[in-house]
């Protein structure tokens, strides 16, 4: 097999798990087993043919649709095939077939880890234990045996899977307790948890793959993205309305469901709630109105204990009524609300503004695993050149 043929093969192999890690970004989170039968429609039930299965063709071919019922598949499923396809092409690039394909295979492994968690994360603001948990030990049993993922590491010692092992081992205290003394200490600053224990164990895993020294640079990465990033993110989103799904009453008219909502808690000023609804089930009515609302807050987006959606009704006046996305928007400043029910809609107002870190940690780890020399060359070397005007 020659270098460039296994180059190709990569690329295959990354596709085809990429359509694994959809199904364990769909299950994991849920509780469910990624071994447990084949994928079936969410929307209609029907299985999943084999030749509507490949990666990326299949959703080309079917035109975004699922063949028994015409429900949209999300782009979301070509896009992770791709993004995989693409990653494995780089690792097999950089340790090229033969001498490189056993750091290739480890670093794949990694990277298929970080793809899982970044999704996952996105969507839950989780990191699932049942990643990163026995990633820690796949990363350590990976340094163990593939010598090269630690080449330089402890040269006094003789016996160099050990040294490889100690390595390994460095990095997963190094990666999570750097993060335990940030949340230490954003606990002490700010009097409550600025960081998921999620963030710390995802750390230790990466650290378990590159070492302590590589550790420290993803942070910096993640760090520097999730600030830049996340700023960003944080005001789109602030803005942006949610799929929140529930129904509005305005002035004793009959209620009108809605389906795109935004829940806002300013520091310093009330809860307000706006809801998307028809251009008639508004019309005619502006500030003052009487509006009762009731909304379903999704479970996972307000950490409920038992994971179950949170129903909140509230009752108050009408704030706003502006023209918006083909339809009405109309805020609703509640009054009344109860203790519990402006928690719950704080938390989901907080929720759809936190930055998902671990999207930006593994972001760092997948830059840090594929352009490692050129970022500690960058950030070694180059900046304090820059900064230093030699
Ligand atoms: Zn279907």
Aim: charged share 15%; net charge positive.
């Amino acid at each position: 097999m020659s270098a460039t043929f296994a180059v190709v093969v990569s690329g295959l192999l990354g596709a085809c798990i990429g359509s694994f890690l959809n199904v364990v970004i769909w299950r994991v989170p849920r509780g469910k087993s990624v071994a447990d039968g084949r994928s079936h429609c969410p929307k209609c039930g029907h299985l999943i043919r084999w030749h509507d299965n490949l990666p990326v063709l299949s959703w080309l071919l079917l035109r975004a649709r699922c063949r028994d019922c015409r429900a949209p598949i999300s782009a979301r499923y070509p896009f992770v095939e791709a993004l995989t396809a693409a990653l494995f092409v780089l690792v097999a690039l950089r340790h090229p077939f033969p001498a490189g394909t056993a750091v290739a295979v480890a670093h794949a492994i990694l990277l298929s880890a970080l793809v899982v968690v970044a999704f996952v994360d996105v969507d839950r603001r989780e990191i699932p234990d049942a990643i990163s948990k026995p990633g820690i030990v796949v990363g350590m049993l990976a340094s163990l045996l593939v010598l090269a993922l630690h080449a330089d590491a402890f040269p006094a010692l003789a016996n160099r899977h050990l040294a490889s092992l100690l390595a390994s081992a460095v990095g997963v205290a190094t990666g999570a307790g750097v993060l335990l003394a940030v949340r230490w200490l954003g606990r002490l600053a700010m009097g409550k948890e600025a960081m998921g224990l999620g963030d710390v164990k995802l750390l230790a895993m990466v650290g378990a793959f590159v070492g302590a020294g590589d550790v420290m640079m993803v942070l910096l990465v993640a760090s520097v993205g999730g600030s830049v990033f996340g700023g960003l993110f944080v005001a789109g989103r602030g803005r942006s309305l949610a799929p929140l799904t529930g129904t509005l009453a305005l002035d004793g008219r009959a209620a009108v469901p809605f389906a795109r909502a935004r829940v806002r808690a300013p520091r310093r000023a009330p809860l307000t709630v706006a809801a998307l609804v028809p251009a008639a089930a508004a019309s005619g009515l502006g500030q003052g109105a009487r509006a009762a609302l009731s909304v379903v807050l999704p479970g996972a987006s307000v950490w409920s204990d038992d994971g179950k959606d949170v129903p909140v009704a509230v009752t108050g006046v009408v704030e706003r009524v502006e023209a918006h996305d083909g339809g009405t928007l109309v805020t609703v400043r509640p009054e009344p609300l109860s203790d519990a029910d402006d928690e719950w809609l704080s938390t989901f107002a907080l929720h759809r503004i936190s930055i998902p870190f671990g999207v930006f940690l593994a972001l760092g780890a997948a830059a840090i695993v594929l352009f490692g020399p050129e970022i500690r060359h960058f950030v070694l070397v180059t900046w304090p050149r820059f900064v230093t005007g030699r």
